[in-house]
């Protein structure tokens, strides 16, 4: 163990006791903090000074923060705290959004829930000093009646994975592992022996009769054999989409694991600046093995975005492993590539040939203007059959609708319409 030399503080740091407040709100929201991380921090805030704003954000942040996932959880919960002067009030607003304060009318923003679900950790709203009140007033009950109004659990399901917070991200997963995505069979050109089958089996009949000394006694009937197709999912693990794809994540792992789903394999890819293989980490029983091992294989999480040149690999590399027997191909990114548009459509069109059923899931489709006006998202709508929202539970559990039925489109046609137009 390292052995820290002593150091010198003021009678009362309050410093010090507020990168320690600092650092206990960061443990809360989820990042991984020992007290040796808080001493060192302490040191490193002396080493370098309180002089500067940035110089003091990322100096907190080279000692808290080791993986990417975090940082947004950082800056939310080191703004909310030491930049914004009515941190509290915003943080009340935000953890009570029918009130209005000094909290803006806007939406939070990524890990901004979490931030002041971290920071206030139990604590009520501020009491407001009433001068005008009168003491021995008795006090108004008000009740509300709450027998129409949505559940928790309902209201959860149409929430953006965006804007939970991490205890409600935690029940999101937990509904998730309950989810399933069943599919209708495939019926293949193969024959199966059958009591009511629809077509004379010829051989068996002729089989039969021989053994009956060339009488003919009975006609033996056969059926098409049902096979179940294959299901190949590429997610997007890019920075703009690394809160999604995470959930989307834990679907996977629970279609691959259940039973009786009807999938005869699920193949998994994730990509953002490269392609990665990662259907064997999603056979472990556990989540969280399997999403560690996930992540440890792809490592351009949260980075960049070059959907073409990934779906030229796949294509390459892998179509002809895993698209076999009509796959159906599941699609999750938001589309926004800033490579050739051209080299896009041509490996989204390879693609849409490969596949039996081609599905695009989107979390930018939740937006009520959403407009195919990026260049990625125009090269890539064309060759999908079928376009729909990918941002909550409620739009996971109406994949199922959009694979069982050949005819569902989503919203393709009507954004179709407005790039023809």
Same mark, same amino acid.
């Given at each position: 163990?390292?052995?820290?030399?002593?150091?010198?503080?003021?009678?009362?740091?309050?410093?010090?006791?507020?990168?320690?407040?600092?650092?206990?709100?960061?443990?809360?929201?989820?990042?991984?903090?020992?007290?040796?991380?808080?001493?060192?921090?302490?040191?490193?805030? #002396?080493?370098? %000074?309180?002089?500067?704003?940035? *110089?003091?954000?990322?100096?907190?942040?080279?000692?808290?923060?080791?993986?990417?996932?975090?940082?947004?959880?950082?800056?939310?919960?080191?703004?909310?705290?030491?930049?914004?002067?009515?941190? $509290?009030?915003? !943080?009340?607003?935000? !953890?009570?959004? +029918?009130?209005?304060?000094?909290? #803006?009318?806007?939406?939070?923003? @990524?890990?901004?829930?979490?931030? +002041?679900?971290?920071?206030? &950790?139990?604590?009520?709203?501020? #009491?407001?000093?009433?001068?005008?009140?009168?003491?021995?007033?008795?006090?108004?009950?008000?009740?509300?009646?709450?027998?129409?109004? !949505?559940?928790?659990?309902?209201?959860?399901?149409?929430?953006?994975?965006?804007?939970?917070?991490?205890?409600?991200?935690? /029940?999101?997963?937990?509904?998730?592992?309950?989810?399933? $995505?069943?599919?209708?069979?495939?019926? @293949?050109?193969?024959? /199966?022996?059958?009591?009511?089958?629809?077509?004379?089996?010829?051989?068996?009949?002729?089989?039969?009769?021989?053994?009956?000394?060339?009488?003919?006694?009975?006609?033996?009937?056969?059926?098409?054999?049902?096979?179940?197709?294959?299901?190949?999912? $590429?997610?997007?693990?890019?920075?703009?989409?690394?809160?999604?794809?995470?959930?989307?994540?834990?679907?996977? =792992?629970?279609?691959?694991?259940?039973?009786?789903?009807?999938?005869?394999?699920?193949?998994?890819?994730?990509?953002?600046?490269?392609?990665?293989?990662?259907?064997?980490?999603?056979?472990?029983? *556990?989540?969280?093995?399997?999403?560690?091992?996930?992540?440890?294989?792809?490592?351009?999480?949260?980075?960049?975005?070059?959907? %073409?040149?990934?779906?030229?690999?796949?294509?390459?590399?892998?179509?002809?492993?895993?698209?076999?027997?009509?796959?159906?191909?599941?699609?999750?990114?938001?589309?926004? &590539?800033? *490579?050739?548009?051209? =080299?896009?459509?041509?490996?989204?069109?390879?693609?849409?040939?490969?596949?039996?059923?081609?599905?695009?899931?989107?979390?930018?489709?939740?937006?009520?203007?959403?407009?195919?006006?990026?260049? %990625?998202?125009? +090269?890539?709508?064309?060759?999908?059959?079928?376009?729909?929202?990918?941002?909550?539970?409620?739009?996971? #559990?109406?994949?199922?609708?959009?694979?069982?039925?050949? *005819?569902?489109?989503?919203?393709?046609?009507?954004?179709?319409? !407005?790039?023809? +137009?």
């Amino acid at each position: 163990m390292p052995e820290y030399l002593p150091l010198e503080l003021p009678d009362d740091p309050k410093l010090a006791g507020n990168i320690t407040h600092f650092a206990r709100a960061l443990r809360r929201a989820g990042i991984a903090i020992g007290p040796g991380r808080v001493i060192d921090a302490i040191r490193a805030v #002396e080493a370098a %000074g309180f002089t500067d704003k940035r *110089d003091f954000y990322w100096t907190l942040h080279a000692c808290f923060v080791n993986r990417p996932e975090h940082r947004i959880v950082f800056a939310q919960i080191f703004r909310l705290y030491w930049r914004d002067p009515r941190y $509290l009030e915003h !943080m009340m607003s935000m !953890m009570i959004p +029918a009130v209005r304060g000094v909290q #803006e009318d806007r939406s939070a923003q @990524s890990a901004e829930k979490r931030a +002041a679900e971290a920071l206030l &950790d139990g604590a009520e709203a501020p #009491e407001r000093d009433m001068p005008d009140a009168d003491p021995d007033e008795e006090e108004l009950e008000i009740r509300i009646d709450a027998s129409q109004t !949505m559940s928790g659990q309902e209201r959860l399901r149409s929430l953006d994975f965006e804007q939970m917070s991490t205890a409600e991200i935690a /029940q999101a997963k937990r509904m998730i592992a309950q989810l399933n $995505l069943p599919v209708k069979p495939i019926m @293949s050109r193969r024959a /199966q022996a059958s009591l009511r089958g629809t077509k004379v089996d010829a051989a068996r009949t002729l089989r039969l009769a021989m053994r009956q000394g060339g009488d003919m006694h009975k006609i033996a009937l056969q059926r098409p054999r049902p096979r179940w197709p294959n299901l190949v999912v $590429l997610c997007d693990i890019s920075g703009s989409m690394s809160q999604y794809s995470r959930i989307v994540l834990h679907f996977l =792992h629970a279609v691959s694991n259940a039973r009786g789903a009807g999938w005869a394999k699920v193949h998994a890819f994730t990509f953002g600046t490269r392609l990665t293989n990662i259907t064997r980490h999603l056979k472990h029983r *556990d989540v969280d093995a399997a999403l560690a091992a996930a992540g440890a294989e792809a490592q351009d999480w949260e980075g960049g975005t070059r959907i %073409g040149d990934c779906l030229a690999q796949f294509n390459r590399n892998w179509s002809r492993r895993v698209m076999g027997q009509g796959a159906v191909t599941l699609v999750i990114t938001d589309g926004l &590539d800033r *490579d050739d548009p051209d =080299h896009l459509a041509r490996q989204m069109e390879r693609l849409h040939l490969s596949s039996r059923r081609l599905i695009w899931l989107n979390p930018l489709l939740r937006w009520e203007g959403f407009a195919p006006k990026a260049k %990625g998202i125009a +090269a890539m709508l064309p060759h999908v059959d079928s376009f729909r929202a990918g941002h909550s539970i409620a739009s996971l #559990e109406d994949l199922a609708l959009a694979i069982s039925r050949p *005819d569902d489109h989503g919203e393709k046609d009507r954004l179709m319409q !407005m790039l023809e +137009a």
